[in-house]
């Protein structure tokens, strides 16, 4: 290719940052082709294509997590303990401390004068759903969830208030 061919072809690719040897003969055959608009659109498309390309690099790298709930805690000498747990996590501690408040006699919460019926209304909350509150592995339908608090309860050695 003669100099002045490269010359040309030099100044246009320099405003597409564009130095490759390569490229430079591709594109010298496209100019010479007599159709520039051919030049443009391929340079588009390799642009385009460049982006798919990091976009899809950067999703393949991105991990989906579960929801989690930022919980703290503070201990006897006032230290502040920050945690994060998943929903599900949180759910089951919130289990384990309504089966402790039972056991140590304590009033139920939401206003219901026994624990019976405080079971029985979270039974009938939890089946109302059809599917569980949160993302899990263990829990597919809602009635796993009841499942659940009754053997919790069982292990306690606590009835399970079905009828």
């Known amino acids: 290719m003669p100099v002045r061919q490269r010359q040309e ?8 940052c564009l130095t490759s040897k390569v490229l430079a003969f591709e594109i010298g055959d496209l100019f010479y082709s007599r159709n520039p608009f ?3 659109m391929q340079t588009i498309h390799s642009r385009r294509i460049i982006v798919l390309l990091l976009v899809a690099t950067l ?3 991105c991990e989906i997590h579960r929801r989690t ?3 703290y805690h503070t201990d006897q000498a ?3 303990n920050v945690s994060n747990v998943t929903e599900e996590q949180y759910w089951k501690e919130r289990v384990d401390e309504r ?3 039972e056991i140590a006699k304590e009033k139920p919460e939401a206003g219901y004068d026994t624990w019976q019926n405080y079971w029985r209304w979270w039974y009938s909350v939890l089946r109302r759903k059809k599917k569980t509150p949160f993302k899990s592995d263990e829990f597919k339908r809602a009635e796993d969830l009841v499942n659940y608090i009754k053997e919790k309860r069982r292990a306690k050695g606590l009835p399970t208030y079905e009828d």
């Open 38 to 40: 051919r030049l443009i």
């Open 69 to 71: 709930i930022r919980e």
């Open 99 to 101: 089966i402790a408040a």
């Open 59 to 61: 999703l393949t790298g």
């Open 9 to 16: 072809i030099q100044k246009l690719l320099r405003p597409h």
């Open 78 to 80: 006032g230290q502040i």
